[in-house]
């Protein structure tokens, strides 16, 4: 699960990224929004998805800045299917039989919908959608069809004080970073990868979450890993 990227450059931090993707054997790879923050940096991220495994499904969502940063959507989706990578906007990926993912749009600068959740309705479906607030917008009816929701936005407040986030961007909602379990669809909230506004993280290092999803088994949260704090900040442009 990679979120947040805000790709300025593609350094030896994202070959690290790669890396520990890849390490992770993962049967697919999600991107869960702002990947780009500006129309020149597709080429950065056509660099990066060229450093991912290609040997497995991968799918991503729109994020704000995609929107707020004018990106091109259509080349957007170019670039991704480019990298055989399926970019959901309000679109569901179909894993196995019984399993699916589906991506929205943003909810904070696009339009987000679940209207094609009705076509998945034999299968569980994890949902990806960038602002973790639209939890809450899950209607009570499909609640029960989706197994999770994964989300990033928040950057874990980018800033925390011993686990504290002085400040959230709109979208977040009463969410920060890790699992909410109570009261509504299981959410795993990532502190994801980039920075965005100011070029700094303190308390709140970047993540690279690993989710495992049994299909058919207990209802509740999902288990999760992640390199919680193993990923350093980037050391330099890529050679």
Request: charged letters at 20%; one cysteine or more; proline letters at 8%.
């Amino acid at each position: 699960m990679l979120t947040d990227l805000h790709l300025k450059a593609v350094t030896h931090f994202h070959e690290r990224i790669a890396r520990a993707v890849e390490d992770s054997s993962p049967n697919a790879v999600v991107i869960i929004g702002d990947a780009v923050d500006g129309r020149d940096r597709l080429p950065l991220l056509s660099d990066f998805l060229g450093l991912l495994p290609g040997s497995v499904p991968r799918v991503a969502t729109l994020g704000n800045w995609e929107y707020w940063g004018r990106v091109d959507l259509a080349a957007l989706r170019r670039t991704y299917e480019a990298a055989d990578t399926h970019l959901l906007v309000n679109e569901s990926y179909i894993l196995s039989e019984g399993a699916a993912l589906f991506g929205t749009d943003d909810s904070l600068a696009g339009t987000p919908t679940l209207d094609g959740l009705v076509d998945l309705a034999d299968r569980e479906v994890v949902l990806l959608s960038h602002c973790p607030a639209f939890r809450d917008a899950i209607p009570a009816g499909l609640r029960g069809q989706v197994r999770a929701m994964l989300s990033g936005h928040t950057h874990g407040g980018q800033v925390a004080i011993g686990g504290w986030a002085p400040l959230l961007p709109p979208g977040s909602g009463p969410y920060t970073a890790g699992w909410y379990t109570e009261a509504g669809v299981p959410l795993y909230v990532s502190r994801g990868l980039g920075t965005s506004v100011l070029p700094l993280r303190l308390g709140s290092p970047p993540e690279l979450a690993v989710l495992e999803w049994f299909v058919g088994g207990l209802s509740g949260s999902l288990p999760a890993r992640s390199t919680r704090g193993s990923l350093p900040g980037p050391p330099g442009r890529r050679r």
